[in-house]
């Protein structure tokens, strides 16, 4: 049978929502500063007996993000959204996962795809523009080469295109079908053809 990723993108507000990270070291950096370079509001704690030099230098420009300087409890799990699991235990990793499950909390466990919930994806953007990348797991590395080639080829006038599509959005009258027709006749010529 042909492979098929399952997986289901969504867009989250992570302003609105209510992150724990538990971890302070380079895997905990990588899933905290791909956060907040999209979402620099989001609401982030992070949990840690140890953080290293480069996490803390990062977060200095985000005093909103919290970190609690000891071992994981239970109780960090309280009132959160989603937890993203990233130290060097394993076991922790495990139990976590469990106590997610136990409380409907979406979990992402770096190292161990099998105990994920959910997956990041390598992410393109041009202003308003954003585009999710996922191998499946398969190849975080291919994921990263096709951001990169994405971030190359898409110029960056494509937000131009987006704001005079808004305000035409906004001023088209008529009813919901003579709209799709007349926004899909404007931008039928945005497409490249190979
Ligand atoms: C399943 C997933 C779960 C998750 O983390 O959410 C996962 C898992 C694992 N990553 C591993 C390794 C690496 N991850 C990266 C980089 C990224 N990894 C990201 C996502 C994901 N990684 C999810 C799947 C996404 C998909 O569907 O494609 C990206 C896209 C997003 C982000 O993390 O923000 C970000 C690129 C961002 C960008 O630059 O655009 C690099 C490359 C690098 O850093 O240069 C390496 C080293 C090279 C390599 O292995 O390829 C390992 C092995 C650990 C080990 O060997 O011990 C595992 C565990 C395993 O596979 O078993
Ligand atoms: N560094 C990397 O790019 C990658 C690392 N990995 C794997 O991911 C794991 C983590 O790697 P790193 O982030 O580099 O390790 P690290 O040593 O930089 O960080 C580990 C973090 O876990 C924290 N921690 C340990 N016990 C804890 C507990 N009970 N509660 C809360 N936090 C706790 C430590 O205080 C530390 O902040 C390792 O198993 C590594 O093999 C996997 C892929 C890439």
Do not use: W
């Amino acid at each position: 049978m042909e492979a098929q990723n399952k997986l289901f993108p969504v867009f989250l507000k992570l302003e609105q929502l209510n992150v724990l990270i538990v971890g302070g070291g380079n895997v905990a950096l990588e899933k905290v500063s791909a956060m907040l370079r999209n979402s620099p509001e989001a609401k982030i704690s992070l949990v840690a007996p140890f953080f290293r030099e480069e996490t803390l230098t990062y977060l200095k420009d985000f005093p909103k993000v919290e970190l609690i300087h000891r071992a994981f409890e239970v109780g960090d799990l309280e009132g959160r959204d989603m937890v993203v699991c990233a130290t060097d235990q394993y076991t922790l990793h495990e139990r976590i996962s469990e106590l997610a499950k136990q409380r409907h909390l979406l979990c992402n466990v770096a190292d161990t795809p099998a105990l994920c919930d959910f997956y990041l994806g390598s992410i393109v953007q041009k202003g308003d523009l954003k585009i999710a990348i996922s191998t499946n797991g398969k190849s975080p590395t291919m994921a990263k080469r096709i951001r990169a080639f994405l971030e190359d080829v898409i110029p960056d006038e494509i937000q131009l295109s987006l704001d005079s599509l808004e305000s035409i959005r906004k001023e088209l009258k008529g009813d919901f079908e003579s709209k799709i027709k007349a926004l899909n006749e404007m931008t039928k010529g945005l497409i490249f053809k190979k």
